[in-house]
């Protein structure tokens, strides 16, 4: 599990079970109660499992045994400017393996990894649906499209 | 529905917004605005028009014309010479590639000529957010026919004589499906629209859902009918948050307009439609999985039978069909079984959605008969292979397909021929490899993806399947033998024969296909350590041929490692000990003395 220990305060608990109470505290509503607290606390560490857990009910393991089945839960907080390289096939053909590589030597990070001071993550998605540009990175809600590895560094500026 | 007014189709596609296509949408507004024209002209963000490369692309009714690549500074001289002068703006016309004609409206595109609409007929036409303009195209007539003029039973005999066959991959026919759950008595039963198009490099769904989701609600809607059910449920990945708001709107405006929830239009029937989020598992896209999903539970396929049509979501009797399937359900009721049936194939009857991409000229979402040829579709319609390389495969089926060649060129694409050749139709992705693209590593590529998806319930698909993929790192990295090919081909098909469902079963299916096409491509890489598409890093050399080599010391000057030496105006070599393969070198010379070998 992560590694990261947080306190969960009052008020997340109370957000949490507010959560689960408009959901009619119904097991089978799992996955709509974690994209919930997800998009309210950027991610799903332990202690908010635990919480869910109590209120439907349901064994903590099963709720862990589902965020970690779905690519699109986290355990680990993202970045702030949270970058995805787009690895579908028509970026992958278009040469997406070297940008994710100088976005990796850039950032020293591995994909589904944060840099310490919280700023960027790097993540891996499967086709954005712009294949035209590809290949395709988004940083938070931009586009960039037929990113080639020398842009990488210029892009990164933008950040900072 | 003010038809005579100017409109402005802005392509809100992913391709266009994302290529400044909202900034452009924003300076046409102010640029009307500051001309006090906002009130006679629309600016409308439409689907995707499918000329996806071209973009940003913007259409102008009722003229009909096509602007492509437009920056968000075309937009003053758009507002002041097309709308207030109405002369055509030449240098943002597309241009033909082959003919370097100019090309101007949408029968004129090239791209489009052997396409026929019948999925996309409203994607890039209306606006998707107006229920009024989806109405105005037809939208709900279909719906209204069934209810008045049709029993269920009529419905279902219409979509089984259209011959229209699923489009999500397995291409089982949908009207014996509806059939089936019609059969099946039961209080409750639910209508499910898979959504959640995990193909890699696919895109037809999360268009027609984000241009045109009326098609889909309507179809739903007559599914239910036809099978006697009350609810239904779409199936979407969270990851498409366009395509989600947009069928929130459209089921909040269906809802006003009574064409969903209780006695729709007046008749007894009742159906309303809700939404269920995916999180990013392409296994969920096999149908038992997504319904293990929509219950809350990890998505992992089980056996069937039981198929859905009998047991199905909460146990009870559940259609699950793809998106593509759905929009074409209006249609045929409108126009008839048929009609549809006169188009396709023998046993593939209509069109399928594509999309287009890789390296091509023209790359975009296209929709064409089935029984096209892929030489029609990569030269006539994609426009050839860019930069004037040469053709080397087409993927088709994502990850559970396999490649067509050259020899493949002019077989009708249909459901049946591309299993005969190894392939499969799948979802509808396809994608153009040239002679620079390594088979090798294209396999390696779909199987990495395989291992990341397998939900790890059975031991072939979980195991296998990161075996092989070692097996191909291995080859990639020049320590394959070739035994290790015979190796391979057991493991496909020990895994194709012992996985519970679709993905482990076809799973090997890029391996198997490039193994069988481009044998010498893999012998290559475990004999004589060469990757002749000089794509695998570990196996290449970078080489200066003295002859052409001037000694202009640009290349020792730009090697971040200092392996290349050389004295002034004489021939300089490489050392293969030092170079870290970075290609800076062959990148900086204007002589052509370097080669990867
Ligand atoms: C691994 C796997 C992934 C699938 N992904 C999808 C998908 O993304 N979209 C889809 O419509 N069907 C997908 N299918 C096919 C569905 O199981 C099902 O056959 C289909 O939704 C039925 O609808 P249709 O008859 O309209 O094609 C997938 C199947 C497998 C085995
Ligand atoms: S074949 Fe693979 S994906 Fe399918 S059920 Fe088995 S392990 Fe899961
Ligand atoms: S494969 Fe990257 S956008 Fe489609």
């Known amino acids: ?160 | 529905m003010a038809k005579e007014r100017i409109q402005i189709m802005v392509c809100g596609g992913t391709g266009c917004t994302g290529d400044q296509g909202e900034a452009l949408l924003d300076n046409l507004k102010l640029e009307l605005e500051a001309n006090a024209l906002e009130n006679s002209v629309n600016v409308v963000k439409t689907g995707c028009m499918g000329l996806c490369s071209m973009g940003p692309n913007i259409k102008i009714l009722p003229d009909n014309i096509i602007y492509t690549g437009v920056r968000p500074d075309d937009a003053r001289e758009i507002v002041s010479e097309h709308i207030m002068k109405g002369r055509r703006i030449e240098r943002l016309l597309f241009t033909d590639p082959g003919s370097g004609e100019k090309l101007a409206t949408e029968k004129e595109l090239s791209p489009h000529r052997k396409q026929l609409r019948i999925a996309l007929r409203n994607c890039g036409i209306i606006d998707p957010e107006s229920i009024d303009d989806a109405i105005a195209h037809d939208a709900y007539e279909a719906l209204a026919t069934a209810l008045t003029n049709m029993k269920p039973l009529d419905v279902i005999k219409l979509i089984k004589d259209s011959g229209l066959r699923g489009r999500g991959g397995g291409g089982f026919p949908t009207g014996i499906k509806w059939e089936i759950a019609f059969n099946n008595k039961s209080d409750v039963k639910y209508v499910v629209c898979n959504a959640d198009e995990g193909d890699p490099g696919a895109f037809m769904d999360r268009s027609i859902l984000e241009g045109d989701p009326h098609a889909v609600l309507e179809a739903m809607a007559i599914c239910g009918y036809a099978i006697e059910a009350a609810k239904g449920l779409i199936y979407i990945r969270a990851e498409y948050p366009l395509a989600v708001s947009r069928l929130n709107t459209a089921i909040r405006q269906a809802r006003e307009y009574g064409l969903l929830g209780t006695n729709i239009m007046g008749s007894d029937f009742s159906f309303d439609i809700e939404i269920k989020y995916g999180a990013g598992a392409f296994v969920c896209g096999e149908e038992t999985a997504l319904i293990h999903s929509m219950e809350g539970d990890r998505g992992e396929p089980t056996v069937k039978p039981p198929f859905p049509a009998v047991s199905g979501f909460r146990e009870k009797p559940t259609i699950v069909n793809n998106v593509e399937t759905y929009a074409c359900i209006s249609p045929i009721i409108l126009k008839g079984s048929e009609w549809f049936s006169s188009i396709g194939t023998e046993k593939s009857k209509g069109t399928k959605v594509f999309a287009l991409a890789g390296k091509i000229n023209n790359v975009g979402l296209i929709e064409v008969p089935m029984g096209t040829t892929l030489r029609e579709v990569i030269n006539e319609i994609g426009g050839g292979i860019r930069n004037g390389k040469k053709f080397k495969a087409a993927q088709t089926g994502g990850p559970s397909g396999g490649c067509l060649t050259e020899k493949h060129l002019d077989t009708p694409i249909d459901f049946d021929n591309l299993i005969a050749a190894g392939s499969m139709m799948g979802s509808g992705g396809l994608i153009v490899m040239d002679e620079d693209d390594c088979m090798v590593s294209v396999a390696k590529f779909f199987l990495e993806f395989t291992v990341e998806e397998s939900c790890g319930k059975c031991s072939p698909c979980r195991i296998g399947n990161k075996r092989m993929h070692e097996l191909l790192e291995h080859i990639t990295k020049g320590k394959g033998v070739p035994a290790d090919l015979e190796r391979l081909k057991n493991m496909c098909h020990v895994i194709k024969d012992t996985s519970l469902c679709g993905l482990g079963q076809s799973s090997p299916n890029p391996v198997l296909s490039t193994l069988e096409n481009f044998r010498e491509e893999y012998e290559a890489h475990v004999t004589v350590k060469k990757c002749p598409a000089g794509k695998c890093k570990d196996l290449m050399e970078y080489f200066i041929i003295a002859a052409n080599c001037v000694g202009c010391t640009a290349c020792a000057r730009v090697c971040p490692v200092g392996a290349i030496s050389g004295e002034r105006k004489e021939p300089h070599v490489i050392n293969p000990e030092i170079c870290i393969k970075c290609g800076a070198c062959m990148e900086k010379c204007k002589f052509d003395a370097i080669i990867i070998q």
């Open chain 1, 1 to 160: 599990m992560s590694s990261i220990k947080i306190e969960l305060r009052q008020e997340d608990i109370n957000k949490i079970k507010e959560i689960c109470t408009s959901f009619g505290n119904d097991p089978r509503e799992l996955i709509n109660v974690l994209h919930k607290c997800q998009e309210h606390f950027g991610y799903l560490p332990a202690e908010v499992q635990e919480v869910i857990s109590d209120e439907l009910e349901v064994p903590v393991a099963k709720i862990y045994g589902v965020v970690t089945f779905y690519s699109f839960f986290t355990m680990t907080p993202r970045g702030k400017h949270p970058i995805s390289i787009c690895m579908g096939t028509a970026c992958y053909v278009r040469g997406a393996e070297t940008v994710l590589e100088e976005f990796r030597k850039e950032l020293g990070l591995q994909v589904g990894q944060t840099t310490e001071d919280g700023k960027f993550s790097l993540s891996s998605l499967r086709c954005v649906g712009a294949c035209g540009l590809a290949p395709v990175v988004m940083i938070g809600d931009k586009t960039y499209g037929r990113v080639a590895p020398d842009d990488v560094r210029n892009i990164l500026k933008e950040y900072e």
